[in-house]
């Protein structure tokens, strides 16, 4: 078992910054890899990025590269999504996602474990 709290979230000015955190307890955190997705409102949830259990890999979606940043700190169990240059259409709910399997995935379904999710609005 995994549980995932995320904090962060607020309202912002399109340009701002913001910086997420998600906490992890329960199984080991380093023994697994770790996403961020987001889902807007009448939107499908989708994969925002993805760090390995290690730190070394991580993966973007296209609308984000180059703006958001994805790091861990595996001693304190957290994962962090830095987020700059913020425009409207990054306003969503931010989730952070557990994929306790050996695998490496932009996909929700992979995902074992959720967090309750954590606003973001960018106002123009």
């Known amino acids: 078992q995994v549980q995932l709290l995320e904090s962060g979230g607020g309202l912002v000015q399109a340009g701002g910054s913001l910086r997420l955190s998600c906490a992890a307890s329960g199984r080991t955190f380093s023994s697994y890899n770790m996403g961020w997705f987001r889902q807007a409102p009448g939107k499908e949830r989708e994969f925002v990025a993805a760090i390995s259990w290690t730190g070394v890999r991580k993966s973007y979606a296209d609308s984000v590269k180059g703006r958001f940043t994805i790091s861990r700190d595996n001693a304190k169990a957290t994962v962090y999504l830095q987020m700059s240059s913020l425009k409207p259409e990054d306003t969503a709910v931010y989730f952070c996602?557990?994929?306790?399997?050996?695998?490496?995935?932009?996909?929700?379904?992979?995902?074992?474990?959720w967090g309750q999710g954590t606003q973001v609005t960018v106002s123009s």
């Open positions: 996602a557990a994929d306790l399997s050996l695998g490496y995935s932009d996909s929700v379904a992979e995902y074992d474990y």
